[in-house]
């Protein structure tokens, strides 16, 4: 994730990370990423909450509100 950000010449908090796993939202987390828990995929809410998700969003479009 910071190869990533360092990339995009972008600093880790600029940059919003969506996810489907606990694994996602640590990443994000740990790379001080804005951590976005996605529920269209593969865990529930509270796996992802309790992963450090900064925010939880049901559809994509809900996505704009977060931006």
Not at 6 to 25: A, C, Q, S
Not at 47 to 65: F, R, T
């Amino acid at each position: 994730a910071l190869e990533i950000a360092r990339i995009l010449n972008l600093k880790p908090h600029e940059i919003i990370y969506l996810g489907d796993t606990n694994t996602d939202m640590k990443t994000a987390t740990s790379a001080g990423m804005y951590a976005v828990g996605v529920l269209w995929g593969f865990r529930q809410k509270d796996e992802l909450i309790a992963s450090g998700a900064d925010v939880i969003i049901q559809n994509p479009l809900e996505l704009l509100e977060v931006i």
